[in-house]
């Protein structure tokens, strides 16, 4: 168990809709990570936030926005949900931003269907 | 291009057969190189983190090496338990040293 919760665990909609994946961080990390793994793409990073602001974007499209809260969880929202957006969805934490990288923590991750 | 390449894609190993699964990168300037595994459906679980040439950490049957140009993950005597994804990831600069994982490599490790 790395610490990292998300929620919920499964989620299945339908195009069009619009969803919000939950992530608490372990106690004391300060930064969160979200990422899409999908079959054909792998592992792709989408955005950071660092003790409540955006810290670097990655592939994130426009329909997809984020935010991180002062109790530091973290919330990632999709919407006008396409069948291509169907993909596990992982939340990391790490404890600080450094000069360099540092290590993820992942959490269980959230399992998106989109019908 | 910053680029980070694992190979091979698939591997399936008898009980206690050794191998070694690679990482390749090319950036400038390493600032670590992250190596993970990850079982079916759950996240990926940290395993080793790895900063300069010729450097090596071990746990377990699992041994991760670096050179230059590339890293190594040996697996001595493997066991069904070790069946996974295994994955590496190379932060490059960008200001914010995000990791990008590679591909990774999917074991299989038969009793």
């Known amino acids: 168990d790395s610490g990292v919760t998300q929620t919920p665990k499964h989620l299945i909609t339908a195009t069009g809709q619009r969803v919000t994946l939950r992530c608490s961080p372990r106690?004391?990390?300060?930064?969160v990570y979200w990422y899409q793994q999908s079959l054909d793409q792998g592992l792709q990073f989408l955005i950071q936030?660092?003790?409540?602001?955006?810290?670097a974007k990655g592939n994130i499209l426009e329909r997809f926005s984020a935010q991180q809260f002062p109790d530091l969880h973290s919330e990632l929202n999709l919407s006008s949900l396409e069948l291509g957006d169907s993909a596990l969805y992982f939340c990391?934490?790490?404890?600080?931003?450094?000069?360099?990288?540092?290590?993820?923590?992942f959490g269980p991750g959230t399992r998106l269907t989109v019908l | 291009e910053d680029q980070v390449t694992q190979s091979p894609e698939a591997l399936r190993l008898q009980e206690g057969e050794s191998s070694s699964l690679n990482c390749s990168y090319t950036?400038?300037?390493?600032?670590?190189l992250f190596w993970y595994r990850q079982d079916p459906g759950k996240g990926p679980e940290f395993l080793f983190t790895?900063?300069?040439a010729g450097e090596e950490k071990e746990k377990e049957r699992l041994k991760a090496t670096l050179t230059k140009k590339e890293s190594f993950l040996h697996i001595t005597a493997p066991k069904p338990e070790d069946s996974a994804t295994y994955l590496c990831a190379v932060p490059f600069s960008g200001g914010s040293y995000i990791p990008t994982f590679g591909r990774g490599t999917s074991l299989i490790v038969h009793p």
């Open positions: 936030y660092y003790n409540g602001e955006e810290r």
């Open positions: 106690s004391g990390d300060l930064s």
């Open positions: 990391a934490s790490s404890p600080h931003v450094t000069a360099g990288p540092d290590t993820q923590y």
């Open positions: 950036v400038s300037g390493l600032r670590g």
């Open positions: 790895l900063y300069s």
